[in-house]
């Protein structure tokens, strides 16, 4: 939770058409049967290179990247070798209108409606969220303004946890490099949280806020700039998503926050019953329970296909003896 000045409660100037991809941001959504968006990608270690290195390279967050990679070396990772870059995702289960922010997988998903015969496109952006007792709310907002070079008045519970190990905040950090809000934010209609910005790109995608959203620099000013007033947010906590993909069905497996009490045995029971639901009206369907099992247990955060639509038997003809 933070205050911030320099508020501007304006109705933010909408820049139609499709932003910069540079790093997989905007995808397509032909119609409402599009669940899975995005593809893989992979990039190769170069000297004194750390994970956390390459997430901020190819604008990933840190967990993202970590969890597609169990069997690199986070700090260490050995020259040349190759590192998977999970841009592949599943849309959330949920209304795909203004923005959605999925705690547990620490990315934000913003939709911008067709526009004349155009289709729908979703922004996914990685995010950090809160930590501990300062836990990201799940609750529906809306925005209702921004502000360019925000001041910061660290609240006192705030001032103490950093006196506690020796680090004197002021009351008041002035806009510029060394405030943490970064240059933009957006001002939510639920007190003390905002979407913003950083000063530093390297903590993307941890629990590392008190509450608020925090974005790469490039990610919240397109965010600012695309998000009237008004636009709606959603947050969220889905360990796990179920989507189609060309008759094939996807599941996707995020290991819970910190702070969350899920445990394996409750995803599983989640997972088994989305399933059943998703597939109980198509007796074609033919799931991988093993790689179901397995999905589930590595918890990887990328995309993989249990299942898929088989092609219903068609009765032949016969001799008429």
Request: charged share 20%; proline share 7%.
């Given at each position: 939770?933070?205050?911030?000045?320099?508020?501007?409660?304006?109705?933010?100037?909408?820049?139609?058409g499709t932003a910069s991809a540079e790093f997989e941001r905007w995808y397509s959504i032909p119609n409402a049967d599009t669940d899975v968006v995005g593809s893989n990608r992979e990039a190769v270690v170069e000297v004194d290179d750390t994970l956390i290195d390459i997430a901020a390279r190819y604008g990933l967050g840190y967990n993202?990247?970590?969890?597609?990679?169990?069997?690199?070396?986070?700090?260490?990772?050995?020259?040349?070798?190759?590192?998977?870059?999970?841009?592949?995702?599943?849309?959330?289960?949920?209304?795909?209108?203004?923005?959605?922010?999925?705690?547990?997988?620490?990315?934000?998903?913003?939709?911008?409606?067709?526009?004349?015969?155009?289709?729908?496109?979703?922004?996914?952006?990685?995010?950090?969220?809160?930590?501990?007792?300062?836990?990201?709310?799940?609750?529906?907002?809306?925005?209702?303004?921004?502000?360019?070079?925000?001041?910061?008045?660290?609240?006192?519970?705030?001032?103490?946890?950093?006196?506690?190990?020796?680090?004197?905040?002021?009351?008041?950090?002035?806009?510029?490099?060394?405030?943490?809000?970064?240059?933009?934010?957006?001002?939510?209609?639920?007190?003390?949280?905002?979407?913003?910005?950083?000063?530093k790109r390297f903590g993307i995608g941890m629990q590392v806020t008190h509450g608020c959203v925090r974005m790469y620099p490039e990610d919240i000013e397109q965010l600012v700039r695309l998000s009237p007033n008004n636009t709606p947010v959603t947050i969220i906590n889905q360990v796990f998503k179920l989507g189609w993909l060309d008759?094939?069905?996807?599941?996707?497996?995020?290991?819970?926050?910190?702070?969350?009490?899920?445990?394996?045995?409750?995803?599983?029971?989640?997972?088994?019953?989305?399933?059943?639901?998703?597939?109980?009206?198509?007796?074609?369907?033919?799931?991988?329970?093993?790689?179901?099992?397995?999905?589930?247990?590595?918890?990887?955060?990328?995309?993989?296909?249990?299942?898929?639509?088989?092609?219903?038997?068609?009765?032949?003809?016969?001799?008429?003896?």
């Amino acid at each position: 939770m933070i205050k911030v000045r320099n508020i501007l409660f304006l109705t933010c100037i909408f820049f139609g058409g499709t932003a910069s991809a540079e790093f997989e941001r905007w995808y397509s959504i032909p119609n409402a049967d599009t669940d899975v968006v995005g593809s893989n990608r992979e990039a190769v270690v170069e000297v004194d290179d750390t994970l956390i290195d390459i997430a901020a390279r190819y604008g990933l967050g840190y967990n993202l990247i970590r969890s597609a990679n169990p069997e690199v070396d986070a700090w260490l990772p050995a020259e040349g070798e190759t590192v998977r870059l999970p841009f592949q995702t599943i849309l959330p289960g949920v209304s795909r209108e203004g923005i959605v922010i999925n705690v547990a997988e620490m990315r934000l998903y913003h939709y911008l409606p067709a526009q004349g015969s155009g289709n729908t496109s979703v922004a996914i952006y990685p995010i950090s969220v809160g930590r501990g007792q300062w836990a990201t709310p799940i609750t529906k907002a809306k925005v209702t303004g921004r502000a360019e070079d925000p001041i910061w008045y660290p609240p006192e519970s705030i001032r103490l946890e950093h006196a506690a190990r020796g680090d004197v905040l002021p009351r008041q950090v002035p806009a510029g490099p060394d405030n943490p809000l970064g240059r933009y934010i957006l001002v939510l209609d639920i007190p003390s949280y905002f979407i913003h910005g950083t000063n530093k790109r390297f903590g993307i995608g941890m629990q590392v806020t008190h509450g608020c959203v925090r974005m790469y620099p490039e990610d919240i000013e397109q965010l600012v700039r695309l998000s009237p007033n008004n636009t709606p947010v959603t947050i969220i906590n889905q360990v796990f998503k179920l989507g189609w993909l060309d008759q094939q069905l996807y599941l996707e497996v995020h290991k819970p926050l910190d702070a969350d009490d899920q445990n394996q045995s409750d995803i599983r029971m989640g997972v088994n019953e989305a399933v059943v639901r998703e597939t109980k009206y198509q007796l074609e369907t033919v799931i991988d329970w093993e790689k179901l099992e397995a999905v589930i247990s590595a918890a990887s955060g990328v995309p993989e296909m249990i299942g898929y639509k088989a092609a219903p038997v068609m009765a032949t003809g016969g001799d008429g003896v």
